[in-house]
């Protein structure tokens, strides 16, 4: 079989000056276990093995002032291009450049999935890094498909939020989780938060274990799980609620936990 035809291998790119980084994903885990069982690739490019000077360096001061620096177009271009046509010799169809930065807009579960359905069909991944204040704008405008976000927290780069990325992605391709449970079950999927777990022994520091969980009755512990997970959601998360349909029995569970709530409110107990 060639590289072209082999069945849901899913090929990144990632452009960054700290390509040692991506031994967190390559050299451990389930993402390491399914690197070694040939599911996906990575090849990284430093933009400084493209820079057009003796000091190698890649970044200049900001056009306007200002604090920080601001990564060239110049050697990104050249770097995401290598990327690209690296991509294509391995076997991917087309390839798909995506710039990891604040300005993007957030990644979800249902973006997870639209890349994950693309990269099986044979779409390589560039996963552009940007460090200091950001990169060229021009570069982005030329080169970038799209722009993705982790969320609205400041980190120092893109690395981590490709590696996040692309361990999600990962666990989509199918035999990549082994044993484990299949993606298919994860509470993102449900669209709910996971209900509390608990393993030996019974009783920690004083503290027991929910004796639904130890009865052995199969339909309780489900109907328990679920009314955990409905309870959590709405306490922690009640967005994830509103942008969700219920089942009738979810519906049933809310509207007890409501009537819970109000009699508390009320004062009786
Ligand atoms: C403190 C610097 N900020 C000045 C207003 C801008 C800024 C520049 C570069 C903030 C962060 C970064 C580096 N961040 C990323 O490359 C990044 C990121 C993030 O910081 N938060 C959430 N998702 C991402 S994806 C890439």
């Not at 996906?40 to 306007?64: E, I, Q």
């Not at 484990?180 to 004083?206: K, N, W």
């Amino acid at each position: 079989m060639s590289e072209a035809e082999k069945p849901g291998v899913f090929r990144f790119a990632a452009v960054t000056l700290f390509p040692e980084m991506f031994a967190a994903i390559t050299d451990a885990g389930i993402s390491r276990k399914a690197l070694e069982a040939g599911l996906w690739s990575l090849t990284c490019w430093n933009p400084r093995d493209f820079a057009g000077n003796p000091a190698r360096s890649v970044d200049d001061r900001p056009y306007g002032g200002g604090p920080g620096m601001v990564m060239q177009a110049e050697p990104l271009m050249h770097a995401v291009e290598a990327s690209k046509s690296s991509l294509a010799d391995a076997g991917a169809a087309t390839s798909r450049v995506i710039y990891l930065s604040p300005q993007g807009k957030v990644l979800n579960h249902a973006k997870v999935m639209a890349l994950a359905k693309a990269m099986s069909a044979g779409q390589g991944l560039v996963l552009l890094c940007g460090r200091y204040e950001g990169v060229d704008e021009r570069l982005i405008e030329r080169a970038v498909d799209e722009e993705i976000s982790l969320g609205d927290f400041v980190l120092s780069g893109g690395e981590l939020a490709a590696m996040a990325l692309m361990d999600a992605l990962i666990r989509q391709i199918p035999g990549a989780l082994g044993d484990m449970a299949s993606a298919a079950e994860d509470s993102f999927v449900a669209g709910l938060l996971d209900c509390p777990h608990y393993t030996r022994p019974e009783i920690f520091q004083g503290c027991g274990t929910p004796e639904v969980l130890l009865s052995g009755d199969h339909a309780r512990i489900r109907r328990w799980r679920l009314l955990m997970s409905l309870t959590r959601t709405r306490e922690r998360r009640p967005d994830l609620l509103r942008n969700r349909a219920l089942s009738a029995e979810e519906t049933q569970l809310l509207a007890e936990i409501q009537a819970e709530i109000s009699k508390e409110q009320c004062g009786e107990h």
